[in-house]
Nanobody, 115 residues
Framework: QVRLVESGGGLVQPGGSLRLSCTASGLNFRLHTMGWYRQTPGKEREFVATISGEGDTNYADSVKGRFAVSRNNVRWTVSLQMNSLKTEDTARYYC?????????WGQGTQVTVSS
């Protein structure tokens, strides 16, 4: 059973930084692309970033230059370093992967950017 567990969310002031982590289990981690999405109430979940098993990354335009995704294929973790945070980055952030044709999601971690 694939399991994804996020951590690291919290309250931060505009311009601040946070680092989210996601620990995976139940799959051959190094073979799978990992992704981060976010969602605010009343809106659809939106793409933030992905990282392939080889380390190739892709980012939403809204976070390019501010966020950095990385992975540790030994510890089976994927991280999202978020810098220069803006109030519009406030959302619940989810870790995701696709395994055998099924999308798996963590429970999410809340990020609130507010002064």
């Amino acid at each position: 059973q694939v399991r994804l567990v996020e951590s690291g969310g919290g309250l931060v002031q505009p311009g601040g930084s946070l680092r989210l982590s996601c620990t995976a289990s139940g799959l051959n981690f190094r073979l799978h692309t990992m992704g981060w999405y976010r969602q605010t109430p009343g809106k659809e979940r939106e793409f933030v970033a992905t990282i392939s098993g080889e380390g190739d990354t892709n980012y939403a335009d809204s976070v390019k230059g501010r966020f950095a995704v990385s992975r540790n294929n030994v510890r089976w973790t994927v991280s999202l370093q978020m810098n220069s945070l803006k109030t519009e980055d406030t959302a619940r952030y989810y870790c995701t992967t696709r395994y055998k044709g099924t999308d798996y999601w963590g429970q999410g971690t809340q990020v609130t950017v507010s002064s």
